[in-house]
């Protein structure tokens, strides 16, 4: 299995991204990896990892997109870049089946909408990250910006998306699916929460449980998060913000609390290493970029070798499990069920 | 100065309400509190602090809103529960400027824009809860929850009432207002954000400081955060939820690290305490609903006799300020400004 990755998106690049890349190739025989930017700079890390192997390809580019360039004409324009030479190569060859890049969010949603396009049928592909849970899993969020102004439609094809991705990814019989709401009630919500929630009642091979609170996205009482990317990005943002918030205050109250806390800190520093890690994002996988026609995964900018790596597998185990044409077959029956309700 | 406390709405009532009625009076001599509800076990709990003194008057209510009962149907149905009786004596009598309830929300909300009604020129009233911040202070997030379907022009509202409430309270001098959206720059935002940011930018007698990011809700760089009562609604029980998670998330990890965990976490017994004390919404006050005729603080229904006292005293302050009618000029000015650009 061929997959490409950026190697100049994201704060680490390319160091970072190179050695996720070979750690991929050194725990799974059958993957290879295509890397895109500089040949020689590409070609010097590897040489500092020692990598021998022949499993990572190079593909130079000259140009790097960054998080200053207005996304969708970096991508018309810088057409030497390590994403847009990356994205050539995941449209033109069948035998590459995925994108990872850790570099500017904007750029790599316009770019993989420009370049691969959508899968027939979608309205509006969605970025769906997955969140770490208090049951010790992972919740998927979907969308988290690409769509900050949605329509009813929009959600059930999330749902539908979202569904099939935990289906693939973390094999999941009948992820639970719920819908980002002001409450749990089945009248909660806003104007576009009440239309979405009565079409995802009537949807077609999902598990649908109905409104949830933004208070319970980190409970691991549901497998999938259907909201509009607006919404679901306060939601994503709010969240993380309040992890740093409540690590922070951890610290400065250890800071003023003497030596007795100074103490208590040094026993408990394995406690929160542990902690920190489950909770950093940059240690985890990416967001797929879902509903468009090749595996698109979207790493945190500031990933480390080990997200790059867990990206990798996310496109892995799509490839793997034929998300892309199960996500079909459920947009399929839903369009089938709503055109005979129709006639 | 006379203030009605709804004595039987929240999980603690009636004891930790009338707790917190005590604590006000006995502090501040110009503090007069008329409780609603059963008389006699109002009566009982006055007995039960040995409380001796003049400045609580109880008004007999035979009846009790829950948060199973229909907001609206309750207001107009269960005349003699606590908090339509306590809405009653605001609404009539010109000697009580202001109500503290821990009861149902939408009770609260439905009651207060029934009986008391929306200041003139005011379109939409608004739920405002103070979070605590990173820098120590205070930052106000409205609305978060009473309107989740918005228009530029509400937003534009809150903003001028959020604005009125922090310089009456806190005491501010030009508190930076900012805007809820999905990242910092100005293009940032759904349709709704980016009405809402033009006509910001163009209102009179706010210190607008542009769009932020959820992360930074904590953060203590914003004193208003304007958003929908939708997206606020997420903000607001995001951040609560990612509270909760890692507090958990430590005491298991404490949990499972055996002697030396326990040990630690034992000598930071303290910094938990006051970490959880900060981050504990029943311990700080209460929400106001901004824009209507009368001061209305929404206490958290877990609120303990602390948050009731700080409920109480955010009414005092908004009246000792005079807020009601700053927020009446600020309106007025740009109604005046919207009105000259028209002609």
Same mark, same amino acid.
């Given at each position: ?6 190697? &100049? ?14 750690? =991929? ?48 004409? =970096? ?7 390590? +994403? ?18 850790? !570099?500017?969010? !904007? ?23 997955? +969140?770490?849970?208090?049951? %010790? ?12 102004? /949605? ?58 449980? %109905? ?30 913000? =309040?992890?740093? &918030? ?11 609390? !003497? ?6 800190? +040094? ?18 996988? !990416? ?33 793997? /499990? ?22």
């Amino acid at each position: 299995m061929k997959i490409v990755v950026d190697a &100049f998106g994201g704060d680490n690049a390319p160091r970072e991204i190179i050695g996720g890349a070979i750690t =991929a190739v050194n725990l799974h025989e059958d993957i290879e990896i295509i890397l895109t930017g500089d040949a020689d700079r590409i070609e010097d890390e590897l040489n500092y990892f020692n990598y021998k192997g022949d499993k990572i390809q190079i593909v130079h580019a000259s140009e790097m997109i960054t998080n200053d360039d207005v996304p969708t004409s =970096a991508i018309k324009n810088k057409k030497d870049s390590s +994403l847009v030479v990356a994205l050539d190569l995941l449209k033109t060859r069948d035998d590459v089946c995925g994108l990872v890049s850790a !570099g500017s969010t !904007g750029a790599v949603l316009a770019g993989a909408l420009l370049k691969i396009g959508r899968i027939k049928g979608v309205a509006r592909p969605a970025l769906a990250p997955e +969140l770490p849970n208090a049951k %010790g899993g992972k919740t998927l969020l979907i969308d988290c910006g690409a769509n900050v102004d /949605s329509k009813p439609q929009y959600l059930q094809q999330f749902a539908l998306m979202g569904s099939a991705y935990m289906k693939a990814v973390h094999n999941m019989e009948n992820p639970r699916v719920a819908l980002l709401s002001n409450g749990v009630e089945d009248k909660k919500g806003n104007e576009l929460v009440h239309e979405a929630f009565a079409l995802l009642k009537q949807t077609e091979g999902i598990n649908f449980v %109905g409104n949830m609170e933004a208070r319970d996205l980190l409970s691991g009482e549901y497998d999938v998060v259907v909201s509009d990317g607006f919404a679901g990005n306060v939601a994503l943002k709010s969240s993380e913000g =309040a992890v740093q &918030f409540v690590l922070q205050e951890i610290k400065n109250a250890i800071t003023q609390s !003497g030596i007795r806390g100074k103490l208590g800190a +040094l026993l408990l520093k394995n406690v929160f290493k542990s902690l920190k890690k489950k909770l950093n994002y940059t240690q985890s996988g !990416g967001s797929p970029f879902l509903g468009v026609q090749k595996l698109v995964i979207k790493s945190h900018g500031s990933s480390k070798a080990m997200s790059i790596y867990e990206s990798i597998m996310q496109v892995y185990r799509m490839h793997e /499990s034929q998300m892309i044409s199960n996500l079909q077959k459920g947009l399929q029956e839903n369009d089938q069920v709503e055109n005979s309700a129709k006639a």
